[in-house]
Structure formats: structure tokens, C-alpha cells
């Protein structure tokens, strides 16, 4: 039974919310009805929740240790530093709207707004966009920091006066090419059933089938593919930069490198490979019923997968770096003085450690303005 060809015409085939990307709008024809998807909707509602809750946890407190450590005690001096805050901006952005999808999972319909169905919808597509394309801006400043050093402290000091524009610009392109995310997605119920969903519902188009192949191959293009030829571009020439370099951290600087590849290829090439098979599958008939639920499995998974990056983003473009790891210290020390301030009359010991802090910090970054995140 498992093995019977699915006809494309059969919408219950792609019921499930999950499956935003391959959900059509078709009339089913009667004794079609074979292949049914709920077995991987029971999955998704144990296994979903709790990891979009995990990514959500961990993804907050990562990126506001970053966002107060910019805010309250370390100065962007680089543009690698804008890049930083404004990823864990978008990341924070991102994961805020993970409850919602949980929820969404774990009760199997959309219970909320369909203001709010297009709101989450489109938070979630231009932050995570724009989360990709400031890996990309790190990784070229990265390049021109290291490999193009003896011309990078004119250029560096010129665009650095012009950050806020250039991250602007990031945002901006990160809304156009996530607008048809707000202007498709809504809340409908499907045929036949009174459940709820929040997906994208192209009925209205002359040929859904090239909107639906235009949206993902924007999420394709600006998700995937533009970061990952700046990062193997750019971190190529890094490594091959710092092996020729004299330096006794460039063992160190180099292992940090290929853990940031390692991690963004490891946590977005699976989910990407599920797409780019789902636009390859989209308007074909005759499909099995076995390869369409490997595929709901897989792509929960590798979902999953993918929004954990934004997780590690703290650790890896800034916590993993001595400068920003004493930083962290620094901010724990301040919040247990505060805690102990509230107990104990004595010097506020928050003032004595910040003020030997600062004077490390000061000597350690005297004439090194320009440091490397991948510093150790």
C-alpha cells in the first residue's frame, strides 16, 4: 500500500502545515485517498516542540549575551563587530517566532491571527535571510582584514563609517526578497477539514507552480548559496593566508575557520538538498507514497538542523575568541556583585572588577583595533 504512486491531484497527500513548500490546492478524487501522512504529523507533534523550545532557549540567551556585550561593555571598533550585533539582532528576531511553530506542531493547526500568520511568517523569512547574509559580510570582512592586510586599514576605516548603511542595506534586501512570504501566506482551513493553517496559498495565481518555484529559489539563492561561495571564497584564501603567516595563534586562528564551515555546511547542506528535491518534485505525478513520507521525516529533521545555527552563531563568531570570552566573564561577575550588593554593605565589587578589567583589556588591545575575531 505504501508503494502506491501518488496521484498529484490528491490533496491530502499534502495536508500537513509542515510542508509549506509542496502543499497544492487540488480536488481529490475519490478512492485516491491512500496515502496518508498522519504518522509523520505524530512525530512532528512529539519531536518538533521540543527542539523549536531548545533553539529558542538557547538561541535567547546566546545572542543577548552578544547584544548586552556590545551594548554595555565592548565598542563596535569593526565591522565584523556591527556584522555581529546585527545577526544577533536578526537571530533573536528569528527564534522569537519559534513558540509559534511549536505551538503550531504540537496542537496540529494554525490557532492564532491571520494578521499574525503573516506577521511570524514573514519575521521568520527576513531574519533568518538576513542571518545568511551577514555570514556572507563577516566572511568578507574577514578576507580583507587578513588577507588584504596592508590595505585594509584605509578601506576597513572608510566602510566602517559607513556600517550602518551597509547593514541597512542588508535588512532592506532581506525584506524585498521575503516580501512574497507576507503576501502569500494566510490563514485558510483546507478542503474538507475545519483545521486551521498558516501556509502560503497561491489559488488566486495564473501558474502557482512558478511562484511556488520563484519563492524557493529565492530562500535557495539568499539562504544558501550566496553565503556558502563567500565563505568557501573568503575562507580559503584565510586559511591559506594564516598557514604562510608567523604567528604563534595561527594554529588556533585556522581550527576556528574550519569550524565555521564545518558547522554552516554540517547544519544547512541537508535541509537545502530537501528543497532543492522538493522544487524538483513539484507538478510531477505518479509519486510513491514511501519517498513523500521519507521526505515530511527528513524534512522536520533537517529543519531543525538548519535553526540550530543560529545557536552557535554566538559561540562561534564571538564567545570562541579570548577578548569576547573575557567579556562574558566580566558580565557574570557584574551580575553576581548585584546580586551580593543587595546583601552585603561592602565596596561594590562590580566598580573593582570593571576597573581591573578595563585596565587588562587596555593592554591587551593597545594598537590592535583591527584583531581578527578569529583571535584566540
Known amino acids: 500500500m505504501d508503494e502506491k504512486p501518488m496521484n498529484s491531484n490528491n490533496s491530502e497527500y499534502f495536508m500537513d502545515y509542515s510542508e509549506s513548500v509542496t502543499a497544492m490546492y487540488y480536488t481529490p478524487d475519490e478512492g485516491d485517498l491512500l496515502c496518508s501522512l498522519e504518522e509523520v504529523r505524530q512525530f512532528s507533534r512529539m519531536f518538533v516542540p521540543i527542539a523549536y523550545s531548545l533553539i529558542c532557549v538557547f538561541g535567547l540567551l546566546g545572542n543577548i549575551l552578544v547584544v548586552i556585550t556590545f551594548a554595555f561593555y565592548k565598542k563596535a571598533k569593526s565591522m565584523t563587530d556591527v556584522y555581529l550585533f546585527n545577526m544577533a539582532i536578526a537571530d533573536i528576531l528569528f527564534v ?45 570582512d574577514r578576507y580583507i582584514a587578513i588577507v588584504q592586510a596592508t590595505k585594509s586599514f584605509w578601506f576597513r576605516s572608510r566602510t566602517l563609517a559607513h556600517s550602518t548603511i551597509i547593514c541597512l542595506l542588508v535588512w532592506v534586501l532581506s525584506l524585498i526578497i521575503s516580501s512574497p512570504t507576507f503576501v502569500f501566506n494566510q490563514k485558510y482551513n483546507t478542503q474538507g477539514s475545519k483545521t486551521y493553517i498558516c501556509e502560503p496559498k497561491y489559488a488566486g495565481e495564473s501558474d502557482p507552480i512558478v511562484w511556488k518555484l520563484l519563492v524557493l529559489g529565492l530562500q535557495l539563492l539568499f539562504g544558501f548559496f550566496i553565503p556558502l561561495v563567500f565563505m568557501v571564497f573568503c575562507y580559503t584564501f584565510i586559511v591559506k593566508t594564516l598557514v604562510q603567516a608567523q604567528n604563534s595563534k595561527r594554529h588556533r586562528a585556522i581550527r576556528v575557520v574550519i569550524a565555521v564551515v564545518l558547522v554552516f555546511l554540517t547544519c544547512q547542506i541537508p535541509h537545502n538538498i530537501i528543497l532543492l528535491m522538493t522544487a524538483a518534485n513539484l507538478g510531477r505525478i505518479n509519486r510513491m507514497c514511501s519517498t513523500e513520507k521519507l521526505m515530511a521525516y527528513t524534512k522536520n529533521v533537517t529543519e531543525v538542523l538548519a535553526f540550530l545555527h543560529c545557536c552557535l552563531n554566538p559561540v562561534l563568531y564571538a564567545f570562541i575568541g579570548q577578548r569576547f570570552r573575557n567579556y562574558f566573564l566580566k558580565i557574570m561577575k557584574d551580575v553576581w556583585c548585584v546580586r551580593r550588593k543587595h546583601k552585603t554593605l561592602s565596596l561594590p565589587c562590580a566598580r573593582v ?24
Open 96 to 140: 522569537l517566532t519559534l513558540p509559534f511553530w511549536a505551538v503550531t506542531h504540537a496542537t496540529g493547526a494554525w490557532t492564532f491571527s491571520n494578521a499574525l500568520c503573516k506577521l511570524m511568517k514573514g519575521i521568520y523569512a527576513v531574519n533568518f535571510n538576513c542571518g545568511m547574509l551577514l555570514l556572507a559580510c563577516i566572511s568578507m
Open 353 to 376: 572588577n570593571s576597573e581591573a578589567f578595563v585596565s587588562r583589556q587596555t593592554s591587551e588591545t593597545i594598537g590592535n583595533d583591527n584583531a581578527s575575531s578569529f583571535t584566540m
